[in-house]
Structure formats: C-alpha cells, structure tokens
C-alpha cells in the first residue's frame, strides 16, 4: 500500500513538472509579453528596460531554472499587469469559479447517474430511447452553443433570466445549466452502459434467485459493481471543477479562472498563466489519485497485491 | 380449477412453456416434484433443462414469455405478483448455478452475501445471523469458516465459492434446491466432493433436489428418478434403475452409447449423428426424428406425446426400443455409473 501511494505520488509529480515545463516553454516561445503590455509604439530602450526588469532578457533555461526555484520556495510570481502576487491574483477568482462548477457537478451526478440507470433497468423502453437521444444530445452539443441557446430562451425571448454578470444568484442559473448538460449526457450514457453490463452478470441472477427484493438486487448488488466506471468518469468531472468553466465563463461574463486565464493568455501575463496551470494540474492529478484510491474500496479484487 | 387440495407433490409444473422474442424454446413441460425426492433432468446444453426452472422461478429475462402452470403445494406461481416470488426464491425454492465464481458477487463479502439471505428468510440479523452462517459454511465443508467470513469471491477456489452458494442456498432452509449443472466448471475431483455434499445436505434436510446435468454419471449417484429432455421436450422419464439399464428413447441410448466405458474390450463410441435443431427451425413431427436411426415417415409428420408404459416409466416415441429381456441384456452402461 506504502508502495502503491509512493508511486502515485512520484508519477503525479511528474505530470506536474511536465504540465509547468510545457506551460513555460509553450508562453515564451509564442509571443513577447513586453510588445503585448506596452503597445507597438513604445521606444525599443523602454521595452528593454522592461524585459531586464522582468528576466526576460536572460537565456530561456537561466528564466527556467530561477522559475523553478521560486515556485519550490512558495514563490509564484507577480503579475506583470496588476503588478499583484499571481497566486493571490488566482485564488481571489477561485470560490466564482467553484460557484457555478459545484452545483454543475451535483446536478450532473443528481441527474445523470438514476437517469442512466433508469434507462438500463427499463432497456428499450420508451424512455430509454428518450434518455439516450437526450445524452447524446446532451453531449455532442458544445457549450458555447448551449449557453447561447439559453441565453437565447431564457433571456431575449422569456426575459426572465439574466444573460451576463455575477450580481445575484440568478445570474449563476444559466452558466450552471450550460455547464452541467454535457456531463448529465456522459454521465446517464455511462451510468447505462455499465449497469446494462452487470445486470447481465450471473450474480444478479443469484441475488434473485436468494429472494431479494428488485430494489435490493438494483441497489446493494448491482449498482456496487457498476461503480467503477462511473467513478472514473465523475472523477475526471471532479479534476475538471477550476478549469472546466473557460467557455461558460467567458459567454456569460463570469468572474472566475477561466476569464481570468483567457485575459492573461492574451496579454502575455506569464506568471498568472503559469500559476493557474498549476492549480489546474493539481486539482486533475490529486482527484486522479482520489478515484485510484476509490477502485481499491469499491473492488476488492483491486486490492489484492497481485492486481499493482 | 383453482382447487388448492394438499397433494404428495411439492411442486407441479402443468404444461409450462416459454418463448424467447416468439422462438419457442419449451414446449409444454409436465412434471412432478414429489417431497424429499432426487430428480435429475438430462439432455444436451439448449434443451431446456434450465429454462425449465428459471420459468418456474420467474427469473427468465422480460422478453421471455412464459405460460402454463407451475404450483408450489397447490399454490400458482407462473403468473403470480413479484412479492410472492420473492419469498418463493430461496426460502421454499432455492437455486445454484452452473459457474459457481462468476454467481456470486465480486464487491460484496461472502459473510455478507450469506447473512442476507438470512435476514430475509429467517429474519435473523447481527450476531445472530452470523454464528448461523457460519454454521452453514461449516456445513458445507468452509474450513475456517470464522477468518474467512469477511473475505470475496475472488479469495476461493470455484470448489469452494460452490460449496458458498449452497450454504446461501441452504440459508432459507427451502423444501427444494434446484441445482443447475452445479459441477460443471468444477475439477473432475472437486465434482465428485460437491455431489457427496448434495447427496449428505438432501439426507440430512430432507428437501428435494432437482439436479440439472448432462453428466448421467453423477446424475445416477444422485438421483432416483430422471427426466429426459431434447429441444424443448421430456422425451423420457422413469427411475435411474429402468434407464439406466434399458433405455427405450433413441435419444436416451444415444446418451448411453456416447459414454466411454473404463473396463471391458475397448470400443469405439458411438455418437449422435448431426446436432440439435435450432428452436427456429424445428422439425415438425418428432424433433428427434432427423437424428435418429429408427426414424419412419410417421415421425416426421407427427410429433409423439409423453405417454405412461406399463413398467411405470413416461415415453414419447412412435417406435422405441424393445425393453430388454432380463437375462439377455446387453449392458450399455458401466458398472461403476450404477455403483
């Protein structure tokens, strides 16, 4: 076990390495931040003394190794637009951001898995025809379609919710809507699948056959091992809660990561790019390791040390 | 119709057929289950034989339909609500399956799989629940049965997790186990401890037991009576003892002709020409008649019914084979499959 969160452990710090290299390597090579911030018309000796003063004009693998060596001491750099600590900068955005990816995720889990399951249990119904073309629809439709859509319904047409802004909670209604209708598709499309599977499965038959009740044999026996698939995909969903909101934000004028990334992206405000990338690395490995743990307590078969 | 009079027979299956998405695979089963009595049913994989009692049991998928007549002490059950089958299932009825490893739950203990049988039936919980399921994995031969309750499936042999889903079977102390080729995927030394733990746990209970097998070796150890089915049909039925040594059916013979004997001059065996038909596309007469050197064009034509014989057996065939005169019997079954 001490072995198996070592590994983990090792490989999720790689990825992160990985993600913060090619996030650095990828901003530096593709545009200067000092044309972007002072403007095509400013003087060649300002835009020098602007790349000295931020290390710019050092060699890409001396600005590599000093960044690195900031970040291992707590250090994530300062805005070179608000002049303000990046890391302060991101996390000022962060509850904005979680204020329409978590209840996005609950509607999605609330909604999705007994629509999936719903549709298995009553296979080539009426309704599980209509849960399927409704996922499908659900997922294929991208969000900046779906958020216009609604805000097309909801807010020119009915009039009755705001298009933009982060005023009162109405504001979050639509965001939160476009944001969670891929992931209730995904999730009802898993959900269905993998429980299709296992009520095949010669155990549900025994469990049957002891006399259960239907709900008992649904819930306690098939459900638990349906499980993992589904796992896999919520924890993706889990990962995805800082980042996952870039489109939904921007169409709906949402104060959170996502519009603050897109900001810095274009004005070449490395540090806050780099940081948020972190974040966002972090978040995807640590509910990674969170499902790797989650199989192990769903699946005993997964425990044993033969499986590692 | 509905007279519910108390009959020697435990259960009575009146005329049961069943159909998969119009294909009809049983065509109108009749059988008694009498108390206490070690039923075995034969014929090859598709016949039936297990269809028989997952109908019975109402466990066959949705699109199965299912007609006719099974009774449970006089009481109806094909037809009857799902909360009457549900007590049916395992406390008076109880099934095991063929491959014993993939019947059980994988993420759920074994302990747990056990006691919940008990709960439902005996309403026994907590402590309670537990010294009995270990007395019932003790039972079955569990050594250990006390460090191994909280294990899974995936922690026993396919001997063991057999002899797991008959103490689950055992736990609603039914009056009937159906077990369906419960030996099957098992070692040909593990089959042999199963079916002494069978022929022991029916001795000791008392209950019935409806034993599915394509083996006739281990249907003889166990069974007295055995039922024969082909496509759908029993095409005979009577005691071990007047099968086993003067089969009339052409299909029982055959099943007899294609066991290999270990003493005596060695013989080739004789198999049974072709395959068995697709229910789609059944014969119209006898289903048997392609595949069977006695055929005439009246077999072809019309199909035989199960019919009494004077020597106590049931027979549907236009032209069996003559019963052996004693004496002269040419023995078509090895000594050790009678014991």
Known sequence: ?308 | MAMTVATANLVELRNLKVAFDGVRVLHGIDLDVARGEALGLVGESGCGKSVTWLAALGLLPGKASVTGSVRLEGRELCGSPRSTLEQVRGGRIAMIFQDPSSSLNPVLSIGRQITEALAIHRGLRGEAAKTEALRLMDMVGIPDARRRFDLYTHEFSGGQCQRLMIAMALAGEPDLLIADEPTTALDATIQAQILDLLIRLQAETGMALVFISHDLGAVSQVCERVCVMYAGRIVEEGSVAQLFSSPRHPYTRGLFDAIPRIEGPRKRLIPIPGTVPNPKTLPKGCAFAPRCSRTTAFCETSPPSLLPQKDGRKLACAHPIELAVAGKTERRVPEDLLQ
């Open chain 1, 1 to 308: 076990m001490i072995r198996f969160v070592l590994v983990r452990v090792m490989r999720a710090v790689i990825t992160i390495l990985a993600v913060m290299t090619f996030a650095f390597v990828v901003l530096r090579m593709s545009g200067d931040p000092a044309e972007v911030m002072l403007g095509p018309d400013v003087p060649q000796n300002v835009i020098e003394a602007f790349r000295k003063s931020w290390g710019l004009d050092q060699p890409l693998w001396i600005q590599y190794l000093a960044y690195l060596k900031s970040i291992f001491t707590g250090d994530f750099g300062v805005s070179m637009r608000d002049k303000a600590p990046a890391l302060q900068l991101v996390l000022e955005r962060v509850p904005a951001t979680l204020q329409l990816t978590v209840p996005a995720l609950i509607l999605k889990l609330l909604i999705g898995i007994p629509a999936g399951v719903y549709a298995a249990l009553h296979r080539q119904s009426f309704a599980d025809r209509g849960v399927i073309l409704l996922a499908i629809l659900g997922f294929t439709i991208p969000s900046f379609v779906m958020g216009l859509v609604l805000v097309l319904i909801f807010s020119v047409t009915l009039g009755v919710l705001p298009s933009g802004g982060q005023e009162t909670w109405l504001h979050g209604i639509l965001p939160t809507l476009t944001m969670s209708v891929g992931g209730v598709g995904i999730l009802a499309r898993f959900s269905r699948s993998a429980m299709i599977e296992v009520m095949g499965q010669p155990y549900i038959r025994t469990a049957s056959a002891k006399g259960l009740k239907w709900r008992d044999v649904v819930w306690g026996h098939a459900l638990p091992n349906a499980a993992v698939p589904i796992v896999t995909i919520v924890g993706f969903m889990v990962g995805s809660l800082i980042a996952g909101a870039v489109v939904v934000e921007s169409i709906f004028s949402w104060p959170g990561i996502g519009r603050l990334l897109i900001v810095s992206v274009s004005n070449r405000d490395l540090a806050v790019v780099q940081c948020i990338l972190l974040i966002v690395a972090g978040t995807m490995v640590v509910s990674n390791l969170a499902v790797d743990l989650l199989y192990g307590w769903l699946d005993p078969r997964l425990r044993s040390p033969a499986s590692h």
